[in-house]
T-cell receptor, first 109, second 114 residues
Framework: GQQLNQSPQSMFIQEGEDVSMNCTSS?????WLWYKQDPGEGPVLLIA?????ELTSNGRLTAQFGITRKDSFLNISASIPSDVGIYFC?????????FGTGTSLTVIP | ETGVTQSPTHLIKTRGQQVTLRCSSQ?????VSWYQQALGQGPQFIFQ???????GRGNFPPRFSGLQFPNYSSELNVNALELDDSALYLC?????????????FGPGTRLLVL
């Protein structure tokens, strides 16, 4: 299967700091998505990106679809305690999603 | 809350047994996808059903099978359970397969195989 590599694997940051994480793939995707998963729940869609180079914001979150179509990044500005969770990137090709291995975010008040 | 429900929430089985997991889609959604999420990993696509027909399958053996019913609810069946089948099983529904990016996940069923 296709591999999506996320980095960093985990992050510990102070409340108020900005966060940056990225996702790379050996394959091209037509759509990139970012999800957040809280313990005991399914992933929730944060941002969807549809075109190479696209930069999209959702509140304090900003994500970009890499020009090569093989990568994407997610930034969170001014982190707050409720940002804690695991963030997954996912690439969509056809009707099949490929998820990354996740970035675990801990925000220290 | 997404409107996607799954049952049961937790399940313990022994190796070799069979299991059926259930998913109720969000109202109006005719497409359901199933995922396996091992501990510390991202979800892995098992298969998708669109209007009661399988519409794509990931790299899972045939002992993983599914059904979608006329009301678009769905089942995931796993035969001859193995220890490695222990995972969180997620279903996700979407309006139709061409809008898969707007899929909504249920809370999952956590399966433990002993």
């Amino acid at each position: 299967g296709q591999q999506l590599n996320q980095s960093p694997q985990s992050m510990f940051i102070q409340e108020g700091e900005d966060v940056s994480m990225n996702c790379t793939s050996s394959s091209i995707f037509n759509t990139w998505l970012w999800y957040k998963q809280d313990p005991g729940e399914g992933p929730v869609l944060l941002i969807a990106l549809y075109k190479a180079g696209e930069l999209t914001s959702n509140g304090r979150l900003t994500a970009q679809f890499g020009i090569t179509r093989k990568d994407s990044f997610l930034n969170i500005s001014a982190s707050i305690p409720s940002d804690v969770g695991i963030y997954f990137c996912a690439g969509l090709t056809g009707n099949q999603f490929y998820f990354g291995t996740g970035t675990s975010l801990t925000v220290i008040p | 809350e997404t409107g996607v429900t799954q049952s049961p929430t937790h399940l313990i089985k022994t190796r070799g047994q069979q299991v059926t997991l259930r998913c109720s889609s969000q109202s109006g959604h005719n497409t359901v996808s199933w995922y396996q999420q091992a501990l510390g990993q991202g979800p892995q696509f098992i298969f998708q059903y669109y209007r009661e027909e399988e519409n794509g399958r990931g790299n899972f053996p045939p002992r993983f099978s599914g059904l979608q019913f006329p009301n678009y609810s769905s089942e995931l069946n796993v035969n001859a359970l193995e220890l490695d089948d222990s995972a969180l099983y997620l279903c996700a529904s979407s309006l139709d397969y061409s809008h898969g990016e707007t899929q909504y996940f249920g809370p999952g069923t956590r399966l433990l195989v002993l």
